[in-house]
């Protein structure tokens, strides 16, 4: 299923980042914002559904194909983080084979 969803990179990116949406049967139902570390190592900026389509799965589906497209693209790590408070997002990442690594100098006070 998750080949139904197809990234469409934004011509606009620049330098070491992209930005991309999401498409489902034509339709745009989110996007997100890749920055390249390194040739092997990609950093998730940020990421979103479209409200009307949460809840449904598509997350999971959109965040596989875009690990396909890394993957295939060479990157060997991804990574992302968020704020401490974010519940949700911790969730999403986690559920989707990401791995609670520490907590980053920005959010410390």
Not at 7 to 25: A, I, P, R, T, Y
Not at 31 to 42: F, K, L, N, Q, R
Not at 47 to 74: A, H, P, T, W
Not at 95 to 100: I, L, P, S, T
């Amino acid at each position: 299923q998750e080949n139904e969803i197809k990234l469409v990179w934004h011509d606009e990116s620049k330098g070491n980042h992209q930005v991309c949406d999401f498409m489902l049967e034509a339709q745009q139902i989110g996007g997100c914002e890749v920055h390249y570390v390194s040739e092997t190592v990609a950093y998730l900026r940020w990421i979103y559904l479209n409200d009307d389509v949460q809840n449904k799965g598509l997350g999971s589906r959109c965040m596989n194909r875009l690990k396909f497209e890394l993957k295939e693209k060479g990157c060997t790590r991804f990574d992302t983080d968020t704020a401490l408070n974010n519940d949700r997002a911790q969730h999403y990442y986690e559920k989707n084979g990401f791995v609670r690594e520490g907590i980053t100098r920005s959010y410390e006070r």
